[in-house]
């Protein structure tokens, strides 16, 4: 299992495609936090990266599916996913080796951004100026949604053998799950609206980015994972 961990890490990394991918992730974060004049820092005034922590879940729908599409797609379209899983790996050890290369892979990417609140730091006023509980909840919060997302990748790879399908099916669950049920939850009333909000990713990440960790919060997301990981099984089971 950790051979098969190091093996996809290395496979990122041994590309140009995966360091392009991540390049691109942090200029788009750079130019949304320090450079457009609707979501600038240095225009807003205030010490704190509400725009970081607003933007990146939606950067996030791209980037992840963009990892995690050639995971399993590429391996059956090459004829390596049946030399895979005759080795002494069973499915589920296959798939956590891959989610969990997936997963440090956004880790990795996310990483840089503490150097923004290095920087809000030190341009403070006073210097040190910067709600630390709110910043580390959120990016806990960060980190949360993109191994939710990572998962769902992981899932949209798994039922097709095309990486460009992949990608768009995971596009487009990773949209519904954090943006949709938010957009179904304002069209309800009652109940029902408070259902939807509570199915939404959105609503978790933002009670998480408030700087108080939530053990619900925390729960349903690891529970999405769980919930995606085994569709992920049931799927390749039955291929």
């Known amino acids: 299992?950790?051979?098969?961990?190091?093996?996809?890490?290395?496979?990122?990394?041994?590309?140009?495609?995966?360091?392009?991918?991540?390049?691109?992730?942090?200029?788009?974060?750079?130019?949304?936090?320090?450079?457009?004049?609707?979501?600038?820092?240095?225009?807003?005034?205030?010490?704190?990266?509400?725009?970081?922590?607003?933007?990146?879940?939606?950067?996030?729908?791209?980037?992840?599916?963009?990892?995690?599409?050639?995971?399993?797609?590429?391996?059956?379209?090459?004829?390596?996913?049946?030399?895979?899983?005759?080795?002494?790996?069973?499915l589920v050890q296959i798939l956590l080796a891959k989610y969990f290369a997936l997963v440090t892979l956004v880790l990795l990417a996310v990483l840089p951004t503490l150097l923004y609140a290095y920087s809000i730091v030190q341009l403070g006023d006073p210097v040190g100026?910067?709600?630390?509980?709110?910043?580390?909840?959120?990016?806990?919060?960060?980190?949360?949604?993109?191994?939710?997302?990572?998962?769902?990748g992981l899932f949209a790879s798994a039922l097709t053998s095309q990486q460009v399908v992949a990608f768009v099916l995971g596009v487009f669950l990773c949209f519904l799950l954090y943006f949709g049920f938010t957009a179904l939850a304002e069209l309800l009333t009652g109940e029902f609206a408070y259902f939807a909000e509570e199915l939404s990713l959105s609503y978790h990440y933002i009670s998480l980015s408030r700087g108080v960790i939530n053990s619900g919060d925390i729960f349903f997301l690891l529970g999405m994972i769980w919930v995606f990981l085994g569709a992920s099984v049931l799927v390749l089971r039955n291929k």
């Open 1 to 90: 299992m950790k051979s098969l961990f190091l093996k996809e890490i290395n496979a990122f990394f041994g590309s140009l495609t995966g360091y392009l991918v991540l390049a691109l992730f942090l200029i788009a974060l750079g130019l949304i936090v320090w450079v457009f004049p609707e979501s600038s820092v240095l225009d807003y005034g205030f010490a704190d990266l509400e725009a970081l922590f607003t933007y990146t879940p939606f950067v996030f729908t791209f980037l992840v599916p963009a990892l995690s599409m050639r995971l399993i797609a590429e391996e059956r379209k090459t004829g390596t996913w049946e030399l895979l899983r005759t080795s002494p790996l069973t």
């Open 129 to 152: 100026n910067l709600d630390l509980a709110g910043f580390f909840g959120s990016w806990i919060g960060l980190i949360m949604i993109g191994a939710t997302f990572a998962a769902v």
